[in-house]
């Protein structure tokens, strides 16, 4: 059974600084692309930081210069610093990863979801 666990959210003064991380694990045979997504209260969930298998990023318009997302194949985790916070960087955030598994004999590849973890920037 594959599992993303997340870890390093808190509570953060706006300015300061967090760094998340999101473990697979399981009978994993390849992780494809890794992101961070983020959902504030009472709005849809957001794109905020994409790492494909070859290292090449995407991020959100509102966190480009401040965020950097980053990936550990051997350690099958990706990490998301998140620098110059905001109060409105406040949800939670979730980790997705597109994961190439073993199963009975078989290969297969599904898409993953961490549980969250919550940021919350103060003013």
């Known amino acids: 059974q594959v599992q993303l666990v997340e870890s390093g959210g808190g509570l953060v003064q706006a300015g300061g600084s967090l760094r998340l991380s999101c473990a697979a694990s399981g009978n994993i045979f390849r992780i494809n692309g890794m992101g961070w997504y983020r959902q504030a209260p009472e709005k849809q969930r957001e794109l905020v930081a994409v790492?494909?298998?070859?290292?090449?990023?995407n991020y959100a318009d509102s966190v480009k210069g401040r965020f950097t997302i980053s990936r550990d194949n051997a350690k099958n985790t990706v990490y998301l610093q998140m620098n110059s916070l905001k109060p409105e960087d406040t949800a939670v955030y979730y980790c997705?990863?597109?994961?190439?598994?073993?199963?009975?004999?078989?290969?297969?590849?599904?898409?993953?979801w961490g549980q969250g973890t919550q940021v919350t920037v103060s003013s």
């Open positions: 790492i494909t298998g070859g290292a090449k990023t």
């Open positions: 997705n990863a597109d994961i190439t598994y073993y199963r009975n004999g078989g290969i297969y590849s599904d898409d993953y």
